[in-house]
């Protein structure tokens, strides 16, 4: 019991260490959100394509795999996979592959938050 809360708050700390830095780089610098997200999801291609991001996720859990960095991971990955396979057309078919689940939840549960939502204007 003692190890899974240990895991909880691990995967909790490093996750809210990548939101702090997105914080601070809101904060700090006259860079937008899109393109420190954008940032945030090359870096992780670019660690997930060297090698360097899996020994991290494995230690961090959630944490790392979680954040859209987890998500940069997941491209590079499904595009190594895709490539072994594939060869070039790999490439494209990794990236959708890979993130295919995601890409669905998301817009499953965009659906139904605007069938429950009520819409409306908030400039009031």
Known sequence: MLELIFEYLKAF???GGICVVGQILIDK????????MVGFVVLGVILGGTGVYEP???????G???PILGFGNALAQGV????AEH???GILMGVITATAG?????????????L????GDRTK
């Not at 991290?56 to 959630?62: C, L, R, T």
């Not at 429950?116 to 819409?119: D, L, R, S, Y």
């Open 13 to 15: 700390a490093i996750g």
């Open 29 to 36: 610098t006259r860079l937008t959100p899109a393109r420190i």
């Open 56 to 62: 991290f996720a494995e230690f961090a859990g959630a």
């Open 64 to 66: 790392a795999t979680v």
């Open 80 to 83: 190594k996979k895709a490539m």
């Open 87 to 89: 060869g070039v057309l």
């Open 102 to 114: 995601g890409i669905a939840a998301s817009i499953f549960f965009g659906l139904l938050t605007s």
């Open 116 to 119: 429950v939502a009520k819409p």
